[in-house]
């Protein structure tokens, strides 16, 4: 009788007229993939009362959901596998979540470098064209904010890579996920909750940044009124022109009424400009005057960087437009053909598609470069007019503190994960102190993440900032003060965590680029620390990092923790740079480093009695080339505490 009844309640249970409304979180949504060896917590919302049950390959549960509609259950651990379907059923509904696979989860969060897609990545076409292992799968969580915790994520979906999507794939996380692939051959999932220019402050909770409710919630208001006073002005400057035209082709051509249209300073950003939070489309149109030999030879235009996308016209003949590269120089060949005697018209269609948006970069970057090499600038005023708008408040939110982590990674949690990957910490080497500030932030970053997962030893992996010449650095009496290299001894820091490990990228990064685009290696040095730390090999995954100095006779002997491999000197070359040392006045000068087996000889002639060995101390250390056997760069450090 008793297993008549038990079919009898099942019957009941999954029959479609005792079915309730279920939802489930969007990262439970066609093509997941779940956490491996991992107790699997199914968690969702349906009716205050509704009986639920999760099924997933052939192991259920259930759960009563609460006053508030909030129902979890637990699954048990399930090896790697699939396409297996979960099933999630109550009183109203039934929801199947189709080609779930089971492998290893990976949060890839932080800042532009960790954001930036494939496709504007070095090397890209190559990359998307071989790019076919469904089994690498990518969710990209939408720049999104708010005041409060949140349950629900603001969208998102699942991807598998395929030459038709993986372009859009965050390059660090997909060159990562696809090594990982390879080594483990497992489906790895990537979760991408990115924000560019975002500080580490918007992603921490309120909790471990020790601020008050009230005291945020007073700067939100005073914010929002700030808001809505830039507004109402952007809104008035739209209102001269009335309605938005419905066509705004043909705008290219020479002759065109321009006397409705305003000025704007070029290059900058429009929003810098007094069109704050406008996105949409908007025209740009100056004049340059040419010889009648000039115009016969040719000319290049260059007119700074577009944030988003371009079309551009000389004389109301396509020259050239690129889509979707806030941060490539536009340079576009104009052939003689199209070029006249006298005036000719530059007009530019610019697409912003969020944040920034406009003409932007150095003023030396805007020029009319003859064939004989000289150049007429363009950095002026430009004749500006919108044709279409929407207006976003969110610019700035990604600066403020727990905006993102309400609203871009709570609602993730407790979704299981193999550990994180984070790019994170240009925004906050702005000012020494802020960088100096953040070897403790970084720490309380991911202990909280490890709270919130209920993991301890969640492992977490990072990068070490790039080479970059940011112009924040000062140098005065023989010492350079520099955030940047503040930042990355803040970052090294950290690695007394257990569980972490730091990729070094002094070596890949682009002096003139805050975003280098050498992906690839980044990728391959997080999945080599992965691979050691998460999957137990043994293998050198780390470059020289100090460990002591000793003074002796004129001269600093230097040790490091070789993981394994051996001291070396990039390029095969014969002479360490990028080494500064100082005495009691503690003025740093170039110095003479020698490698003696497993350390470093550092010495000058100009300190006799030296106390201090600096290494790679500024923003742009691209000289330094201390490396060890296996290629890999030894962490920037400095043995005083000044």
Known sequence: MRPLLAWLGALLLFSPSAQAKVELPLLFSDGAIVQRDKPLPVWGWASPGAKIEVEFDGRSATATAAKDGAWRVELPAHKAGGPYILRVRGDGEAVAVNDVLVGDVWLASGQSNMEWPLYQAK????????????????????????????????????????????????????????????????????????????????????????????????????????????????????????????????????????????????????????????????????????????????????FGRVDDSDQAWVNGVAVGGITREYNT?????????????????????????????????????????????????LAREWKFRVVQARLDASDGKNLIET????????????????????????????????????????????????????????????????????????????????????????????????????????DVGDPKDIHPLDKQTVGHRLALAARHVVYGEALVYSGPVYRSVRFEAGRARVAFDLGGSALAIRGDGSKLHGFEIAGADRKFHPAHAVIDGDTIVVSSDAVAKPQAVRYAWRDNPEEADLINRDGLPASPFRTDAW
């Open 403 to 506: 905006l993102l982590f309400n609203q871009m990674i709570l609602p993730a949690q407790p979704y299981p994960l193999s550990g994180v990957i984070w790019y994170q910490g240009e925004a906050n080497a702005d000012k020494l102190a802020g960088a100096h500030r953040y070897r403790e932030q970084f720490p309380a970053l991911i202990g909280q993440l490890r709270r919130q997962w209920n993991a301890p030893q969640l492992p977490f992996l990072w990068v070490q900032l790039a080479n970059f010449d940011s112009g924040v650095d000062v140098s005065a009496e023989g010492r350079t003060e520099s955030p940047w290299a503040m930042l990355r001894e803040s970052q090294s820091r950290t690695l007394t965590l257990p569980a972490t490990a730091q990729v070094v990228t002094i």
């Open 329 to 377: 120089p536009r340079q576009y060949d104009v052939p003689a053909k199209a070029l006249r005697a006298g005036r000719n018209v530059l007009a530019v269609r610019v697409v912003d598609d969020g944040g920034g948006g406009g003409i932007h970069g150095d003023a030396e970057e805007l020029h009319v470069q003859l064939a004989d090499g000289a150049r007429m600038p």
């Open 123 to 302: 090397d890209a076409q190559q990359a998307i064209a071989s790019a076919n292992d469904p089994l690498i799968r990518h969710f990209k969580v939408p720049k999104s904010w708010s005041e409060k915790p949140e349950t629900r994520l603001a969208g998102g979906s699942w991807k598998a890579a395929s030459p038709q999507t993986v372009g859009e794939f965050s390059a660090v996380g997909y060159y990562f996920a696809r090594e990982l692939r390879a080594k483990t051959g497992v489906p790895i999932g990537i979760i991408n909750s990115t924000w560019g220019g975002s500080r580490i402050e918007a992603w921490m909770d309120g909790q471990t940044l020790g601020i008050e409710t009230t005291r945020l919630a007073k700067r939100m208001r005073d914010l929002r009124v700030k808001e809505d006073r830039d507004m109402a002005i952007v809104e008035g400057k739209l209102a001269q022109w009335g309605a938005m035209p419905a066509d705004d082709t043909g705008w290219q051509v020479v002759e065109l009424d321009e006397s409705a249209w305003v000025d704007i300073a070029v290059p900058v950003l429009w929003e810098e400009a007094g069109w704050l939070g406008l996105d949409g489309v908007a025209w740009y149109r100056t004049h340059f005057e040419l010889t009648a030999e000039q115009a016969r030879k040719g000319v290049r235009v260059s």
